[in-house]
C-alpha cells in the first residue's frame, strides 16, 4: 500500500517544508493547501499514531493551542473545528485529520460547514483557485509560527 500524503510529509527528512505549522513527538499541524477563509488558512492538525494510543486531554490541548494561535494570527473573531470519519461523512484523506477554520464572516463559516461546496466553488472561480499559491502558503504558515514562537 502506498503511504498517504500525510504519511509522506509525517516521514520526511527534516527540511524546510512550508506547510507545517507545527511538530512535536506526536502530531504534525499543516495548512490545508486547497482551501482557505476570507481571513486565513486552515490548519490540519494530524496524528502521527492510531488515535487510540493518544490520551483525549492531549488532542484537546493541541485544538486549543492552534486555534488560539490562529486567532492571533488571523484576528480571527472564532476558530470552527471539524473532522470527518470515512468517506460517507465526507473524509477526503484517509488518515485522522482535524480541520481548525478561521471564521469572521458567515462565508468562513460556510467554508467549514460545508467543505464540498467549498470545493466547487473554487473550481469554478478563478479568483479562489489561484489564491493558495506557494507564496500566500508560506505567509499563511509564517504568521501562525511567529504566534507560536513569540508566545
Ligand atoms: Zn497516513
Redesign the pocket.
Known amino acids: 500500500m502506498s503511504?498517504?500524503r500525510?504519511?509522506e510529509i509525517i516521514n520526511e527528512p527534516k527540511k524546510a517544508n512550508e506547510e507545517v505549522v507545527f511538530e512535536n513527538e506526536h502530531f504534525i499541524v499543516l495548512l490545508d493547501k486547497y482551501r482557505q477563509t476570507s481571513i486565513g488558512g486552515i490548519c490540519l492538525i494530524v496524528p502521527k499514531f492510531e488515535l487510540d494510543e493518544y490520551e483525549a486531554s492531549e488532542i484537546i490541548n493541541l485544538i486549543s493551542f492552534i486555534g488560539k494561535k490562529m486567532q492571533e494570527a488571523y484576528s480571527a473573531r472564532g476558530i470552527r473545528v471539524w473532522t470527518a470519519i470515512n468517506k460517507e461523512a465526507g473524509q477526503s484523506i484517509f488518515?485522522c485529520h482535524i480541520h481548525l477554520v478561521p471564521c469572521s464572516r458567515f462565508m468562513d463559516r460556510l467554508t467549514a460547514m460545508i467543505p464540498g461546496i467549498y470545493d466547487i466553488l473554487r473550481r469554478i472561480s478563478k479568483l479562489n483557485k489561484s489564491a493558495l499559491n506557494s507564496e500566500r502558503l508560506f505567509e499563511y504558515a509564517e504568521k501562525i509560527r511567529i504566534q507560536i514562537n513569540t508566545n
Open positions: 503511504p498517504c500525510f504519511c488518515h
